[in-house]
């Protein structure tokens, strides 16, 4: 399994940025696509969750009504739209895949977001 996030940069604060992860060999048909954030000298936070079918959805409290998770109707693609971003926010942007039926969990190389004025 192969995950490749994109779309990061530099946005002021209350700007737009939208995250992209291509993921290929997957070959299960039940899994989760899932983004993560790392803050500088901070622990991973769990971002927003999106199942394979793209029906179920589940967000971090800190994002909540501001951060949206979808899926390309091929399921090769999970896009983070964030809008409405705080300086908080600045983190590296991690994609993430886990695998239920054998517990395996994939991750992305990151992708640097970064809130300034």
């Known amino acids: 399994v192969q995950l490749v996030e994109s779309g990061g940069g530099l946005v002021q604060p209350g700007g737009s940025l939208r995250l992209s992860c291509a993921a290929s060999?997957?070959?299960?048909?039940?899994?989760?696509m899932r983004w993560y954030r790392q803050a500088p000298g901070k622990e991973r936070e769990f971002v927003a969750l999106?199942?394979?079918?793209?029906?179920?959805?589940n967000y971090g409290d800190s994002v909540k009504g501001r951060f949206t998770i979808s899926g390309d109707n091929a399921k090769t693609t999970v896009f983070l739209q964030m809008n409405s971003l705080k300086r908080e926010a600045t983190a590296v942007y991690y994609c993430?895949?886990?695998?239920?039926?054998?517990?395996?969990?994939?991750w992305g190389q990151g992708t640097q977001v970064t809130v300034s004025s």
């Open positions: 999106i199942n394979d079918d793209g029906d179920v959805t």
């Open positions: 993430n895949v886990l695998i239920p039926f054998t517990g395996s969990v994939y």
């Open positions: 060999g997957i070959t299960s048909g039940n899994y989760f």
